[in-house]
C-alpha cells in the first residue's frame, strides 16, 4: 500500500474484464483443432502505484501490455484445461509487475456441451505467500 504524507493509504487495484481472445484450448482434438473464444477477467494488485500521487501515465499499469500478456500467453500454446492455462496467465501478471495477488477467470462462453448453458468458466487466485520460518530452520 502506497502511504502519504496525510495519514491515508492508498492500494491499486487493476480489473480487465471481458478480454475475448480466439484460442485452441480443449479436452478434444477437435476442440483444439477448431478453436473457440474465451472470455478473460483479470484483476491484481499494482504495488507502489505512483500514479495515484502524480497523475502520469507511466507511473501505472499499460492496459494494452496486460492484455498483450494474456493473448500471447492463450495463443502460443493449446492446454487442455482452463486450469491449466488461467495458472499460466496468472504466472506472468505475477512476474511482470510484482504483484502480491491475481485473478484469473477464463471462460468458454459456448461450450461444447449437449444442454444449453450460458458459459462454463475456472478462475485461479495466485497469492505470494510469507516465507514459513518452519522451511528456513529445517534447512539447517
Known amino acids: 500500500m502506497e502511504s502519504h504524507d496525510n495519514g491515508i493509504e492508498s492500494r491499486v487495484e487493476v ?25 478473460f477477467d483479470i484483476s491484481f494488485d499494482v504495488p507502489d502505484c ?10 501505472t499499469v499499460d492496459y494494452a501490455e496486460v492484455c498483450d500478456i494474456v493473448a500471447l500467453a492463450a495463443t502460443e500454446r493449446s492446454y487442455r484445461t482452463l486450469e ?24 468458454k462462453p459456448e461450450p461444447p456441451l449437449p444442454l444449453a448453458i450460458q458459459e462454463v468458466a475456472v478462475e485461479v487466485v495466485h497469492e505470494r505467500g510469507a516465507e514459513s520460518d518452519e522451511d528456513d530452520s529445517e534447512a539447517d
Open 15 to 39: 480489473e480487465l474484464r471481458g478480454l475475448s481472445i480466439y484460442t485452441h484450448h480443449g479436452v478434444s482434438d477437435s476442440e483444439q483443432e477448431v478453436g473457440q473464444r474465451l472470455e
Open 50 to 59: 505512483d500514479a495515484v500521487l502524480t497523475d502520469r501515465i507511466e507511473d
Open 84 to 107: 491449466r492455462l488461467s495458472q499460466v496467465v496468472g504466472e506472468r501478471l505475477m512476474e511482470r509487475y510484482g504483484c502480491e495477488s491475481v485473478r484469473v477467470r477464463a471462460a
